[in-house]
């Protein structure tokens, strides 16, 4: 990839002068605003895909021509399909965290791989989710920057780790069975850059990676992406540790994480998403120690309750990764699962003014 040019040379400029004098400030989830809106069904649905009063699928309620969906296949949690159906929330949702300080939002994309929208028969709709995902995001930074044209602000594609896994088998019985294969992955990846590109994303993140196999064949995928278009984005790589273990799931260390994934030369490395920001701290230790790009982290805003929530507080959050921040690990810093923008707005605040961690030379060090 190294021989393409930038796609979006000036964005990428500011993103490199941004991240050479401060720390910059990701989003929160997406999951944890959407649920605020209690959407049913119906909801998720909307008149694209609306069910006719009759029972009778591919019209909507006033007659207008709706896509043909089976009432076989549910929609409700298809957060993804928001894009498309409810595009209004997912705007409002970026410029929420935008206005809390956010320099960069995540694309609602998540879940937008043909793998992983099998689960709803919607593969069809996979380049269109992208694309539409990507181009949210983007007017909403355009029309923050128009705010506050001193902060540049960036879209980032995500792509999810799929609901599958290429090392490990969904089959106690049968170690050696697999539900996907590299290939299969590597297309999946490669067809859902191109919409983020298409849409405007201005950086491409392969995010709570709990395979390193599933990451390896998004970073392939994207390659051929780029390989295809004749121009290239700025990579984020960010995995998840799975438990206090400080192993991902198919079992690798974040250092070890780190070499599988450093070929790929990476604007930043990080992990997200599974542990609290206490728990977290000596995994991006670690990754801080071995790699030559910058640190993200986005954290849960805690572990789990009983009920499923996150009760760390936008206080508490703030104050540790504040403690990251001082301690001089991150580059990148924002919120996973049970965040919100008043979580984003006292990280924003607790690292305002705390330089961003130096990259280290690694090839020269003794």
């Known amino acids: 990839m190294t021989h393409l040019s930038w796609l979006h040379p000036d964005r990428v400029a500011k993103l490199h002068d941004a991240l050479a004098r401060r720390i910059l400030v990701l989003d929160g989830a997406m999951g944890t605003m959407l649920q605020a809106h209690r959407l049913d069904e119906a909801g998720y649905r909307g008149q694209r895909f609306a069910q006719g009063c009759d029972g ?11 896509d043909d969906h089976g009432c076989q296949h549910d929609l409700k949690g298809d957060n993804d399909l928001l894009s498309l159906t409810h595009p209004e929330i997912i705007h409002d949702i970026h410029a929420a965290y935008l206005d809390a300080g956010a320099d ?8 937008s791989t043909s793998i992983s929208q099998a689960d709803y028969a919607l593969q069809h709709l996979v380049r269109e989710l992208n694309r539409e995902g990507a181009r949210l995001a983007r007017a909403a930074c355009d029309a923050a920057e128009a705010r506050t044209p001193d902060q540049p602000r960036f879209a980032i594609g995500v792509l999810g780790p799929t609901s599958r896994t290429a090392s490990l088998s969904p089959d106690v019985n049968n170690p050696g069975f697999r539900n996907v294969d590299f290939d299969e992955l590597e297309n999946a990846y490669a067809d859902a850059t191109h919409g983020l590109i298409e849409g405007g994303a201005d950086i491409v993140m392969v995010e709570t990676i709990f395979d390193t196999l599933n990451a390896k064949a998004a970073l392939s995928g994207i390659a051929r992406a780029f390989d295809e278009v004749g121009g290239r984005l700025p990579i984020m790589i960010s995995g998840t540790i799975t438990d206090r273990s400080g192993r991902t799931l198919s079992g690798q260390t974040a250092e070890a994480f780190w070499y599988s994934v450093a070929h790929a030369r990476p604007l930043s490395i990080g992990l997200n998403c599974a542990l609290g920001a206490k728990d977290l701290r000596e995994h991006i230790e670690a990754l801080s120690r071995v790699a030559d790009c910058c640190i993200s982290a986005h954290p849960n805003a805690g572990l789990p309750n009983a009920m499923g929530g996150y009760d760390e507080t936008p206080e508490e959050m703030a104050t540790t990764l504040g403690e990251f921040a001082r301690a001089g690990l991150l580059n990148i810093v924002g919120g996973c699962c049970g965040t919100t923008p008043a979580h984003i707005a006292a990280i924003a605040e607790a690292v305002r003014d705390v330089p961003p961690r130096a990259l280290p030379d690694i090839a020269n060090a003794a």
Do not use: L
């Open 104 to 111: 960069f939002v995540e694309t609602n994309t998540f879940n």
């Open 56 to 66: 009778a699928h591919g019209h909507t309620h006033s007659g207008e021509h709706a």
